[in-house]
């Protein structure tokens, strides 16, 4: 079983909608999570840190739930821009473990 | 956020020979990482470059296949020894300022081994 796992997609949702994410993880030592972007041929970006009270910049949504061992991500009124995948990301101590990421298409 | 740079950005090599990747960050970091991203894959930890130390490897990696430097706070490289095309991958270095602090990557070394 992976320690991180994500549904690998690809999502495919026109402009304007609103699209979820799922990803669990095994580890309960985890004391950190990420949610990380990575377009085609390029290094992963930071999209958003999670917490357990959940947190949200603009359009993006994030919750943690520890019990569950669960995070999320909700993108809303998608763009074309959004087009990218997103990985999954628990941390315990100084390591990171990333899941394999969910592709996001966007279309007009 | 530190900005991450790492050079060669792609290299095609032939079997049994070696590559070194150099990665130079902007500002101090207080760690650094190398990991490698084979295609289709997500990105899997080879070590923690440790100034002015042995690296510390996760399972699987081995100094003598990857081995590291790290002479500073801003700069580390990784070599990959010995190459087969099993090596075709992209390697990326990361910083972050410490434990539990976002990590921020370089732009990648992309490697064909014939």
């Known amino acids: 079983r992976k320690e991180v796992e994500q549904d690998p997609g690809p999502f495919n949702v026109p402009e304007g909608a609103t699209v979820a994410f799922n990803c669990t993880y095994s580890?309960?030592?985890?004391?950190?999570f990420f949610w990380y972007r990575q377009d085609c041929r390029k290094e992963p970006k930071l999209l958003m840190s999670?917490?357990?009270s959940g947190n949200e910049d603009g359009r993006f949504t994030a919750q943690l739930n520890r019990a569950s061992q669960y995070i999320s991500l909700l993108i809303r009124d998608s763009k074309l821009s959004d087009s990218a995948t997103y990985l999954c990301v628990s941390g315990y101590g100084n390591k990171l473990v990333f899941g394999a990421g969910t592709i996001l298409r966007v279309k007009s | 956020s530190a900005v991450i740079s790492q050079k060669p950005s792609r290299d095609i090599c032939q079997r049994g020979t070696s590559l070194t990747i150099q990665c130079q960050v902007d500002?101090?970091?207080?760690?650094m990482f190398w990991y490698r991203q084979q295609p289709g894959q997500s990105l899997t930890l080879i070590a923690t470059a440790n100034q002015g130390s042995e690296a510390t490897y996760e399972s699987g990696f081995v100094i003598d296949k990857f081995p590291i430097s790290r002479p500073n706070l801003t700069f580390s490289t990784l070599t990959v020894s010995n190459m087969s095309p099993e090596d075709s991958s992209i390697y990326l270095c990361s910083g972050s300022g410490g434990v539990q602090e976002t990590q921020y990557f370089g732009p990648g070394t992309r490697l064909l081994v014939l």
């Open positions: 999670v917490y357990s």
């Open positions: 500002s101090q970091v207080t760690m």
């Open positions: 580890n309960s030592a985890s004391q950190s």
